[in-house]
């Protein structure tokens, strides 16, 4: 048995996902970004989805809840930690609740930061987690409602999980981190074989998503604060690993 995934542009840079149990064909979305590319999707692939899981309250995240919801009367579960603003939320989940997509079983870790209340969903035997504006290929998400250590916390517990988990994440923005993660870490050579890799699929058109978190820890800069050549290229080279984080994430905002 294993959990089919459909991934798909929305909006300009925004990724849906449909994520199919192939054994009952119970199908959920992971977050709503756009009304109509979803339904474009649900058509070419023919999987009705009748659940809707959300990671956090941005409106490019929740903006076609309720049109989908009225649609396909999807079940809609999200953060309870900001269930207020999630449109349409039935069930409101935290860290360690466990999500069931037919035979499938996703575990709620709480991963706040880019918002106070965002959650991945992880799906332990598929060996997949949806991070959405946690962690990004290259990257992790802009710091709107958290200071840079509650970040550095979520990222220490996604790190946790098998090396081989494929990563699956809210935006395709790997070009423009991978030029900041070259700006810090230049000498990094499997870095620098992963970003010719992401320039060859852009100029093709091609996402750059899925990820693994073993490629991600060998090449993401936010998950590379314990490296000594990063901190001494950023001469950091005695501070705590959470202030280098802190550094990168805010080199990366100015980028
Ligand atoms: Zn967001
Ligand atoms: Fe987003």
Request: hydrophobic share 40%; net charge negative.
């Amino acid at each position: 048995m294993t959990l089919e995934i459909e991934q798909f542009m929305c909006r300009s840079d925004n990724f849906g996902i449909l994520a199919r149990d192939s054994e009952t064909g119970i199908t959920a979305l992971v977050d709503a970004p756009e009304e109509q590319a979803i339904l474009e999707a649900i058509k070419r692939t023919g999987w009705t989805p009748s659940l809707l899981l959300i990671t956090h309250h941005h409106a490019d995240h929740v903006e076609a809840n309720l049109a989908l919801k009225e649609r396909f009367g999807l079940t809609i579960i999200g953060p309870a930690k900001e269930a207020s603003k999630i449109p349409g939320i039935d069930r409101q989940v935290n860290e360690g609740d466990v999500v069931r997509v037919g035979n499938q079983e996703a575990r709620v870790i709480e991963t706040p930061g880019h918002t106070a209340g965002h959650i991945t969903f992880y799906f332990a035997k598929a060996g997949i987690a949806f991070t959405a504006d946690t962690l990004f290929a290259l990257g992790c998400g802009r710091l709107f409602e958290c200071k840079p250590p509650v970040m550095y916390e979520s990222l220490k517990k996604l790190v946790e999980l098998p090396l081989e988990t494929v990563i699956y994440c809210g935006h395709e923005y790997t070009e423009s981190n991978a030029r900041f993660a070259l700006s810090v870490d230049p000498t990094n050579s499997a870095l620098k074989e992963r970003a010719k890799k992401i320039e060859a699929l852009r100029r093709e058109g091609r996402p750059t998503l899925p990820t693994t978190l073993g490629e991600e820890m060998a090449t993401n800069p936010f998950l590379r604060c314990h490296d000594p050549v990063l901190r001494n290229n950023l001469g950091m080279k005695n501070a705590a690993d959470v202030e280098v984080f802190a550094e990168i994430r805010k080199s990366k905002d100015v980028f």
